[in-house]
Nanobody, 118 residues
Framework: QVQLVESGGGLVQAGGSLRLSCAASGITFSTSTMGWYRQAPGKQREIVARLNTADITNYADSVKGRFTISRDNAKNLVYLQMNSLKPEDTAVYYC????????????WGQGTQVTVSS
């Protein structure tokens, strides 16, 4: 059974930092493209950052220079370091494991709430 479990969300003031973690189990983590997405109230889910198996990263323009995605293949963990947080970063953040490049599915975590106060 595949599980992606996010942690590290919470309430932070604008300008602050948070680090999200996602623990993966039940998949071959090292061959999965890992990503973070977010969904704010009344908005569609959007990509925040992705990190593929070649350590190539992609970031949404809105977070470039502030957020950093990383992974630890030995521990099956993916992280999202979020600095200089803004109120518009408030959303539920979801971890994603994408195995479509291998003909497999996409898996999602349950999400963790991040709230940035002004």
């Amino acid at each position: 059974q595949v599980q992606l479990v996010e942690s590290g969300g919470g309430l932070v003031q604008a300008g602050g930092s948070l680090r999200l973690s996602c623990a993966a189990s039940g998949i071959t983590f090292s061959t999965s493209t890992m990503g973070w997405y977010r969904q704010a109230p009344g908005k569609q889910r959007e990509i925040v950052a992705r990190l593929n198996t070649a350590d190539i990263t992609n970031y949404a323009d809105s977070v470039k220079g502030r957020f950093t995605i990383s992974r630890d293949n030995a521990k099956n963990l993916v992280y999202l370091q979020m600095n200089s947080l803004k109120p518009e970063d408030t959303a539920v953040y979801y971890c994603n494991a994408d195995r479509r490049w291998l003909g497999g599915p996409v898996y999602w975590g349950q999400g963790t709430q991040v709230t940035v106060s002004s």
